[in-house]
């Protein structure tokens, strides 16, 4: 069946659907930090910190960089972020689609820059970030230990 709209249509139509983040594996999460009796955390807050410029012409005026980590731990200055495999290029599962390839090597590529300018950025106002892959949450236990190490540090 043949789309109803043209592609510069289509592409605008899409640009307007948002997203809800990745719900089941922040949801795991967020149970497996509740059964091990970890406090004192928060999802979805936006933290804005300063970004260095990304061209020379821009270092004047610093750019405010606006990130959302899936749980921050504002006490101990801790920023959680889970990562699906497939979006943010999990060298161990994710697989870039055949149809429309490069389309999908620089989106995802894309994303993957896009989590270094938010780590870089969230470091250098002091935080500490953590990054969970998708698949880890298949045992809990193993995140679990990973945010208990970073909260102790």
Do not use: Y
Request: with cysteine; net charge positive.
């Amino acid at each position: 069946m043949s789309d109803v709209f043209d592609v510069a249509k289509r592409s605008e139509v899409m640009s307007r659907i948002r997203g809800r983040g990745n719900k089941t594996t922040e949801v795991a999460l967020a149970a497996a930090l509740r059964k091990a009796g970890i406090t004192g955390w928060r999802r979805h807050i936006l933290l804005k910190v300063k970004a260095k410029p990304r061209r020379r012409s821009q270092a004047l005026k610093p750019e405010i960089l606006v990130v959302k980590p899936d749980f921050i731990f504002r006490q101990a200055r801790l920023a959680v972020f889970v990562d699906g495999c497939f979006w943010h290029q999990c060298p161990l599962h994710s697989k870039v689609p055949e149809n429309n390839r490069e389309f999908w090597e620089q989106k995802l590529r894309r994303n993957v820059e896009r989590d270094r300018e938010a780590n870089r950025a969230l470091r250098a106002a002091g935080w500490r970030v953590l990054r969970l892959w998708e698949h880890e949450l298949q045992e809990p236990s193993c995140a679990i230990r990973k945010v208990k190490r970073q909260l102790r540090d």
